[in-house]
């Protein structure tokens, strides 16, 4: 199956032609003809999967399809997602979907100031992405209005709400025009995630890809059965072997995560450290060093590195296991994607054996012994 034959129209065809996509990737084959036709879509994907753009190109496609003509520009779409990361990467990817349809776009995000973003909204734009905070905030301040909303979109349901976001959104839905399109989009799909679809999609399609055992298939995972002070030798000599190779390193802690970067700058190894304590410019430092490989290696916590969009990624370091299994899956799953195969190495000690039974239930596969 083509872009074409899923109706996709030549200016944004061209885009992605651009962008070197062929396929369309499974979930976009599922959601996007009848999103096209302006339904409602409960999808179950996570991110790797291609979900940015199969909700993104029908709501561009049906925006650049009903213009406005010679009407103020007022915001039709809004993309709510939970973190200031995957905010930007959805907002960067909305550029180059929307390079030849003339849309404009814009995203707003907490802990920078508002001055700028602020400025964006008022030259108008057709598509906003947002996080709950900011968006609240600025329609408090009744710069935002979203009464003239045609299509919804929010990302990242289940982190929505294990990030508390529940009153925000609670809050949001009811300022929403009742004619709109939804689309719902969650990883999981926990009773409480259920509800809460049922409670804002209209006769929604239900797409579905991958559940979160078999995406691993495409990733070597090793083990390794080390003390816990022997770690950061081992992360240093595995590193050094491959120098070539960018690693995402995955910390349980901030703390930590700070400790490895400090380790592995000390011996040499470009790092940076990613977490909830770093300032938004450090973060956005930090990231597009390692996309631009000018450091090595990028230390994250989980809920950091939940959404970020590295390509290319060969090489995944798990330095702690995670406290819950379906995180492993996660962590992982930013190697190996849209058909790469990608490494994943889980440094276990003693007192985590716990966790990696659960981690082999989950997966169904029992992990290598790398030593
Ligand atoms: P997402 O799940 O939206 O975060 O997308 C994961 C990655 O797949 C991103 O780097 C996208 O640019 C890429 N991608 C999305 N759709 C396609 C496609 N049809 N062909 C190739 N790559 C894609």
């Known amino acids: 199956m083509t872009f074409k034959e899923l109706i996709i129209i030549e200016p944004i065809l061209r885009a992605l032609n651009e962008k070197g996509y062929t396929m369309p990737t499974p979930i976009q084959q599922q959601a996007i003809t009848p999103a096209l036709v302006n339904r409602d879509i409960l999808g179950l994907a996570q991110t790797g999967t291609g979900k940015t753009a199969a909700f ?100 990242e349901a289940d982190r929505m709400l294990d990030m508390g976001f529940i009153h925000d959104i609670k809050r949001l839905l009811p300022k929403l025009p009742k004619e709109k399109q939804t689309l719902f989009f969650s990883a999981t799909m926990p009773s409480s995630i259920a509800v809460l679809s049922r409670s804002i999609l209209h006769n929604p399609v239900k797409v579905e890809v991958t559940p979160v055992s078999s995406i691993v298939d495409t990733i070597d995972q090793y083990i390794y059965f080390v003390e816990k002070q022997e770690k950061k030798d081992l992360l240093i000599n595995l590193l050094k072997k491959d120098k070539k190779k960018s690693a995402l390193i995955f910390s349980r802690t901030k703390h930590g995560a700070d400790k490895i970067a400090r380790i592995l700058s000390k011996s040499g ?81 003693n007192d985590e054996k716990v966790m990696l039974k659960d981690i082999q239930k989950l997966t169904g596969r029992k992990l290598l012994v790398a030593n």
């Not at 001055?115 to 301040?141: C, E, F, H, Y």
């Not at 492993?328 to 990608?342: E, F, K, P, Q, S």
């Open 56 to 155: 993104s190109l029908p709501i561009i496609q049906q925006l650049y399809l009903n213009k406005t003509h010679g009407k103020k520009r007022e915001i039709r779409a809004l993309i709510l997602t939970p973190t200031r990361e995957l905010a930007i990467q959805i907002n960067e990817c909305l550029t180059d979907y929307t390079k030849y349809t003339g849309l404009r776009h814009c995203v707003i995000y907490g802990g920078v100031k508002q001055n700028s973003q602020v400025n964006q909204l008022k030259t108008g734009i057709d598509i906003l992405v947002a996080t709950p905070g900011r968006l609240l905030d600025l329609m408090n301040q009744r710069i935002i209005s979203l009464d003239t909303i045609c299509h919804f979109v929010l990302d």
């Open 269 to 349: 190894i470009g790092s940076a450290a990613i977490h909830g304590n770093k300032s938004q410019n450090a973060r956005q430092r930090a990231l597009s060093d390692f996309k631009s490989h000018k450091i090595q290696t990028l230390i994250a916590t989980d809920i950091a590195a939940r959404g970020i969009d590295i390509n290319n990624l060969e090489l995944v370091i798990n330095y702690d296991l995670p406290d819950v299994a379906e995180t492993y899956v996660h962590r992982i799953g930013r190697t190996g994607r849209a058909g790469n195969t990608g490494v994943a190495l889980t440094f276990c000690a």
